[in-house]
């Protein structure tokens, strides 16, 4: 059974993709967008004074976007052949460990990190957001996207765990994930590394396109739960 998911994962990837204007290829990258807008422009900094860092840039998709907003934004990731195609794209990048940033204290005013965090382990998740809170500047903003383990599609890996009584939880739709949250335990990971404040959104859905004061709408905490993903910000 985790095989023929695993097989049908890139077909139900594809049919979620959209690309408004030949930019954005998800719903949730709009968010994160306007998100990162605000927040650079809010905090009296400008796009020629922000240095960023994506944790975990992958290909850099995301990472050549959200460029635009910000004057300097390093890649780290320790795949080196994704590095290589988000060097390509023109993003300065590093390989790396999230667990050991090859970066000195206090370098960045906003380090950034979206579905990263559940394809590792909890102890290695910790160990990554307590480097992200060391390598940030005082007042820094840490911007962290991941998947709700409560989300409706999760329907399906509560079946797959059921029929799997091997004392283990599996992600039928994303078998390479290996530890997902939900609201409540992904803010508890957080504030364990002495952030001092955080502030949450929740995605509805990340394949919907809705207009931008839609999409940056609270949604109401009896829907929250079950939302499909949650971006927390948390401050130094």
């Given at each position: ?61 995301r990472t050549s976007i959200f460029s635009?907003?910000?004057k300097e934004i390093v890649g780290i ?32 005013h906003l380090v950034l990190s979206f ?122």
């Amino acid at each position: 059974m985790r095989v023929i998911f695993g097989m049908l994962n890139p077909i139900l990837r594809s049919a979620m993709l959209f690309i408004p204007n030949g930019t954005f290829r998800h719903f949730d990258w709009k968010i994160e967008f306007y998100i990162i807008k605000m927040l650079v422009n809010n905090k009296g900094r400008t796009n020629n004074k922000c240095i960023a860092l994506d944790v975990a840039c992958g290909d850099g998709d995301r990472t050549s976007i959200f460029s635009v907003l910000i004057k300097e934004i390093v890649g780290i990731d320790i795949d080196l052949t994704r590095l290589r195609k988000a060097k390509a794209k023109g993003i300065s990048v590093i390989q790396g460990d999230a667990r050991r940033i090859p970066f000195r204290d206090d370098v960045f005013h906003l380090v950034l990190s979206f579905h990263f965090i559940e394809h590792v382990r909890l102890l290695d998740a910790v160990a990554s957001i307590n480097e992200m809170y060391r390598v940030l500047r005082k007042k820094g903003w840490l911007l962290l996207v991941t998947p709700n383990r409560k989300r409706l599609s999760s329907i399906i890996n509560l079946i797959g765990n059921f029929l799997y009584k091997r004392g283990r939880r599996l992600y039928l739709l994303n078998p390479d994930h290996v530890h997902e949250y939900d609201i409540k335990e992904f803010l508890t990971l957080i504030k364990r590394s002495n952030f001092r404040r955080t502030s949450t959104w929740i995605i509805p859905m990340g394949f919907i396109k809705l207009p931008r004061e839609i999409a940056l709408i609270r949604v109401p905490n009896i829907l929250s739960e079950y939302c499909n993903q949650i971006l927390v910000l948390a401050r130094k």
